[in-house]
C-alpha cells in the first residue's frame, strides 16, 4: 500500500513526480484519459496539469534537465534524488500544483505509482530588500487638490481669432441674406 500524499489548500509551485510501473500501453492509456489518471493519483484532478510521458522523449535533456531547465526547479533540491532520476525508466507522471486548483487534496496514489520526489519551482522573492521610508512612499502623500493651470498665451489667442472667425461669418451671412 502506498503512503497518502496530504495536498494543501492553494498550493503552489510544487512539482510532484512519479514513477509508473506499468506496461507501454496502460502508460498510454493513462496519458490520455484524465478519468483513468484521477483513479491511479485516487483523488480528482486537473488532468491538463499532469504530464504523463516516457523518460525516453526526454532524450538529450533527460528528467534531471526537464526538471531544472524546463520546470525552474532548483538543482539543489534535485541533488538528493538526482541518482534516481538519471537512472529511472520507462514512464513517469508528473503533476502540478495548479492540477488541485487551491484546493486541499489527499492523493492515494495507486501501487503502480511510485513517489520519485516533490520539488518546489524557483520563486522570486517580491520582498523589498530595504524599508522605503521617503515621505512620497506614505499612503495618501500626494497633494490633496490639483492645481488648475493658467491657459498659456497661444491658447488664448487660438479662442479669440475662433470667435473673430464665428463672427465674421455670421457678419458675411448676414450680408448676401439682406443682399439677396
Known amino acids: 500500500m502506498t503512503a497518502l500524499i496530504d495536498i494543501p ?3 503552489r509551485g510544487v512539482i510532484r513526480v512519479f514513477a509508473l510501473s506499468m506496461t507501454d500501453k496502460e502508460a498510454q492509456a493513462l496519458k490520455d484519459d484524465p478519468a483513468a489518471i484521477n483513479m491511479a493519483l485516487g483523488a480528482d484532478v486537473n488532468a ?3 504530464e504523463v510521458f516516457p523518460v525516453a522523449d526526454l532524450e538529450g535533456v533527460g528528467l534531471v534537465g526537464y526538471l531544472t531547465e524546463g520546470n525552474a526547479v532548483p538543482m539543489d533540491q534535485i ?5 534516481k532520476l538519471e537512472k529511472l525508466g520507462g514512464w513517469v507522471l508528473i503533476i502540478f500544483s495548479l492540477a488541485f ?3 486541499a487534496a489527499t492523493l ?3 501501487s503502480s505509482l511510485t513517489l520519485i520526489g516533490t520539488y518546489g519551482e524557483l520563486r522570486t522573492d517580491w520582498g523589498a530588500a530595504e ?12 497633494p490633496s487638490e490639483t ?7 497661444a491658447a488664448m489667442s487660438g479662442r ?3 470667435i473673430a472667425l464665428i463672427v465674421l461669418g455670421i457678419l458675411t451671412y448676414l450680408m448676401i441674406w439682406i443682399g439677396g
Not at 131 to 142: G, L, N, R, T, W
Request: aromatic share 2%.
Open 160 to 162: 479669440i481669432a475662433m
Open 48 to 50: 491538463d496539469q499532469v
Open 79 to 83: 541533488t538528493p534524488d538526482r541518482a
Open 108 to 110: 492515494d496514489p495507486a
Open 9 to 11: 489548500t492553494n498550493e
Open 147 to 153: 492645481v488648475k493651470k493658467k491657459p498659456s498665451d
Open 101 to 103: 486548483e487551491d484546493r
Open 131 to 142: 524599508k522605503v521610508e521617503a515621505d512620497s512612499a506614505k499612503p495618501y502623500s500626494a
